[in-house]
């Protein structure tokens, strides 16, 4: 059987993947980001409650859904993370889906180092879940979770948390709409659900 019809350069790509994988050498980390860097993802902040009471978290964009029965997901955490210790000791924690108006402002503050990250967020305790801090502004959805998983892998953590609630942001109404923040090669963007209506309209 002959080889599919690639694209041009693409048998180039695959030739230098076969090398590497024939030689059993890992991948770089500029090809893995630019590996995953190829598509927009989701943006979304973390947060839980540290052993001194003060809410702590971090933004992320390595997250997935797990299982719907139980309803269970998954966060990536860096082991470097300061906020790790606090949600390995919580067990507990809130994961915040962005929106376009006011989530840039947030993911650009919980991506940082500062101890302050929560300074002039509007936030509260978890409805379910007291310990989880739960953001108010900037958010299109969030989720609160008990810490069900930590799994080491390479040199991040993957955490499974089972949700215990859910809330999201009602659409319609006389209120602006507010779209999903995403994240692409260094650069946050909102959803273009104009364009995606009429691509989805052309095609029905």
Not at 58 to 63: G, K, P, S
Not at 66 to 74: I, K, M, N, Q, Y
Not at 96 to 113: I, P
Not at 134 to 153: F, I, K, M, N, R
Request: aromatic share 8%; net charge negative.
């Amino acid at each position: 059987m002959g080889s599919p019809d690639l694209p041009q350069g693409a048998h180039d790509a695959q030739q230098a993947y076969e090398v590497t994988a024939v030689k059993g050498m890992a991948v770089r980390p500029e090809a893995f980001r630019d590996f995953f860097g190829a598509v927009p993802t989701a943006v979304a902040v973390v947060t839980t409650t540290g052993s001194d009471g003060r809410p702590t978290g971090f933004t992320c964009n390595a997250f997935s859904a797990v299982s719907l029965d139980p309803a269970l997901l998954l966060v990536c955490v860096d082991e470097r993370s300061r906020t790790l210790p606090a949600l390995l000791d919580s067990k507990v924690f809130a994961l915040h889906l962005l929106a376009d108006n006011g989530g840039e402002s947030l993911a650009r503050v919980f991506a940082g180092r500062s101890d302050q990250k929560f300074a002039g967020a509007s936030w509260q305790g978890g409805n379910s879940i007291p310990d989880c801090p739960v953001l108010l502004d900037g958010v299109l959805a969030y989720t609160e979770c008990a810490l069900e998983q930590s799994v080491p892998a390479g040199d991040h953590r993957l955490l499974i948390g089972r949700m215990e609630r859910v809330w999201t942001r009602p659409r319609g109404g006389t209120g602006e709409d507010a779209h999903p923040l995403l994240y692409q090669q260094g650069q946050f963007v909102a959803w273009d659900i104009e364009a995606a209506t009429s691509a989805m309209a052309a095609r029905a």
